[in-house]
């Protein structure tokens, strides 16, 4: 089975950022992909002016809709982030997992930041889900920080951890923490002896910026894959006891 974690730009607009995820759908399709994560908030970014619209929760849902109806054309999983508006006044940092049989997941952020606790309210469940005989784990960014949060999402004997992140900070911050914020996903993949795949961001938003680095682990924590600071790209890595499916040319 083939695992993927999309690097890609995060816009203001949730139209550019629809069309960013479609694209890169399809070329994980080409790969051979079977699941495939991308970024914290990497549907609707994280721009007041965005997440403040009237109809944004409504313009949130269709576009799931549509990456899922692509999804099942593509027959393949995906794991979005997104804003999630829960009654109307409560938000919070999604990651909906969307199957090609149209069954949906959905975990929030657990530990949020002290910038986005001024807007986001905080999950307090982990999530793991099956999917073709193997079972996958989601946390979301800082997250990865709580070793007992990793453990509690490995506890159903999954495969791999999926990490999606968007790591935004003034540039000099950006630069001194791309050691830690790559140690921490290895980490979590010695600790639970699991595969760790983190997505992140790339580029500038909301006047900060993200430089990228996004990887995959293996049990012992060797590094598979590592992208570079810039770049839109997919990063995979084949799990043990499936074969991953035939690359798809057309």
Request: charged share 25%; glycine share 4%; aromatic share 8%.
């Amino acid at each position: 089975m083939r695992l993927g974690a999309a690097q890609v730009f995060i816009s203001d607009a949730l139209e550019m950022n629809l069309d960013t995820i479609l694209r890169m759908m399809t070329d994980a399709a080409r790969k051979g992909v079977d699941l495939l994560a991308f970024p914290e908030m990497s549907l609707t970014g994280y721009n007041p002016d965005t997440l403040t619209r009237s109809d944004i929760q409504e313009e949130t849902t269709r576009a799931l809709d549509q990456i899922a109806l692509r999804a099942a054309d593509l027959d393949l999983g995906v794991i979005i982030g997104h804003a999630h508006w829960e009654n109307d006044d409560s938000l919070l940092n999604a990651a909906t997992v969307l199957l090609p049989d149209k069954t949906r997941y959905t975990y929030y952020k657990n530990y949020v930041t002290e910038a986005e606790a001024e807007y986001f309210e905080s999950g307090n469940k982990a999530l793991s889900f099956p999917y073709r005989d193997h079972r996958f784990g989601v946390i979301i960014c800082r997250d990865q920080n709580y070793p007992e949060l990793a453990r509690q999402t490995c506890r159903d004997n999954v495969a791999a951890i999926f990490i999606l992140s968007a790591h935004y900070y003034h540039p000099h911050e950006a630069r001194w923490k791309i050691e830690k914020n790559k140690a921490l996903p290895i980490a979590r993949a010695v600790e639970n002896k699991v595969y760790v795949l983190m997505a992140n961001a790339v580029g500038s938003h909301i006047g900060l910026v993200s430089l990228g680095n996004s990887l995959i682990a293996d049990p012992e924590g060797a590094l598979i894959a590592l992208a570079d600071e810039s770049s839109e790209v997919i990063l995979t890595c084949d799990v043990p006891g499936s074969q991953p499916r035939p690359n798809v040319n057309n």
